[in-house]
């Protein structure tokens, strides 16, 4: 039997490789005669430079950056020395992930730290780059990003804003004029699920304003400065992508990379697929396994393992899915689909606390006990 592994991370309990791992490790204690491919998932969030890397046989790159609120740290992206390529992920500078309970500050986070990141990539030979979208803390419109590429911007009085953060509504003009001459040759790709334009009640400030710490009352300050910016964006670069799917991304960040960079936006867990040919792996197996921490109605909406199972349909192929929870809406969903059937791995009273520590452990002893009857 041929089985090909493909889960998403578990969130707080473990990561895409760790499931991975995990299920490898339950296969192999249950005596199935197997070949076996392994393929942690990602869909352009965090975890997706680690799964590439595994993946692709790329190099971990360590720089030295700044996180939102500018506090010096250390982080990293993936390089594919061959094709040239960088994979970054948004979350890995100017994540949500690194800032402490309490110290979300819409007015004071910043994307800068994603910029220097490129700037290390592009000082590598990059040719192409991936920027995944997912997990960021900000509402700055990419304005930190491209201030560290070299644009510039311009308050009411024709002098450089140093940092802009949050506060768009301090831009009256946009200088392209020093930006890095060097990312007119580069392709680059958006790793993004989001479809929300830029402005209005479905836009960055309105949907994912509250995530990052906008009030209530804020929302309207936050939303006048994002179409300033966006303003000023039109004018100097003679394009208006602030309707364009995916806009609204990370706090506006899709909309700079739109705009700036003429990147283009792709579904997250498409990207990931082609990369790494996993339509083939897919069409070699003769089970598919994947997974998440949750599986719900939402599930079936998003990219993650349904993306796998969406493939493996595709090809007749037989699916398990494991995850930490499903919800009886999922289960009812399920019963559409014949070749795809899902398990939980707790499999005993247990608190939430317990069930995320102990995780790898739940998952491998449930992949042990489902593959023993496919002997």
């Keep these: 039997m041929n089985i090909f592994i493909a889960p998403d991370s578990f969130k707080g309990s473990m990561s895409s490789i760790e ?3 995990a299920i490898h490790k339950g296969i192999e204690r249950s005596s199935v005669s197997a070949n076996i491919q392994t393929l942690p998932m990602a869909d352009g969030g965090e975890g997706t430079v680690d799964a590439l890397i595994h993946a692709l046989d790329c190099e971990k790159v360590v720089e030295k950056s700044i996180d939102p609120l500018g506090r010096q740290i250390e982080c990293y992206y993936a390089w594919n020395e061959k094709r040239k390529l960088a ?26 730290g994603t910029g220097d990141l490129v700037k290390s990539a592009l000082n590598k030979g990059a040719k192409e780059i991936v ?13 930190g990003f491209l201030q560290e590429l070299g644009v510039k911007f311009l308050d009411e009085n024709d002098n450089a804003v140093e940092r802009v953060n949050g506060e768009l509504s301090r831009i009256h003009e946009v ?32 949907v994912f304003g509250p995530q990052k710490g906008v009030e209530p009352d804020q929302l309207d300050l936050f939303e006048r400065g994002m179409k300033k910016f966006a303003d ?46 996993m339509e083939e ?72 606390e317990g069930a995320m520590e102990r995780g790898p452990e739940l998952l491998e002893e449930v992949v042990y006990k489902v593959m023993k009857v496919c002997r």
């Design 19 to 21: 499931a991975a791992n």
């Design 87 to 112: 994979i970054i992920e948004t979350a890995a500078a100017s994540g949500i992930t690194l800032l402490e309970e309490g110290e979300l500050n819409p007015f004071k986070a910043s994307t800068h």
């Design 281 to 352: 792996k897919i069409e070699w197996a003769d089970l598919v396994i994947s997974g998440e921490g949750k599986l719900d109605e939402q599930t079936f909406f998003g990219k993650g393992p349904m993306g796998v199972v969406r493939l493996a349909e595709e090809k007749n192929k037989r699916v398990i899915l494991f995850a930490g929870s499903i919800s009886k809406g999922f289960v009812e969903k399920e019963k559409e689909l014949s070749h795809l059937v899902a398990f939980p791995i707790i499999h005993e009273l247990i608190s939430l």
């Design 131 to 143: 920027i995944g979208l997912g997990g960021s803390a900000t509402v700055d419109g990419g304005t």
């Design 175 to 206: 200088d392209i004029s020093g930006m890095d001459e060097r990312l007119c040759e580069v392709k680059v790709t958006i790793a993004s699920d989001v479809e929300n334009p830029l402005l209005g009640s479905n836009g960055a400030v309105a």
């Design 232 to 277: 000023c964006t039109v004018q100097a670069m003679h394009k208006d992508y602030r309707e364009h799917a995916g806009a609204g991304a990370a706090g506006g960040f899709g909309f700079a990379l739109l705009s700036y960079l003429n990147a283009e936006m792709q579904n997250g867990f498409d990207l990931v697929a082609e990369l790494t040919s």
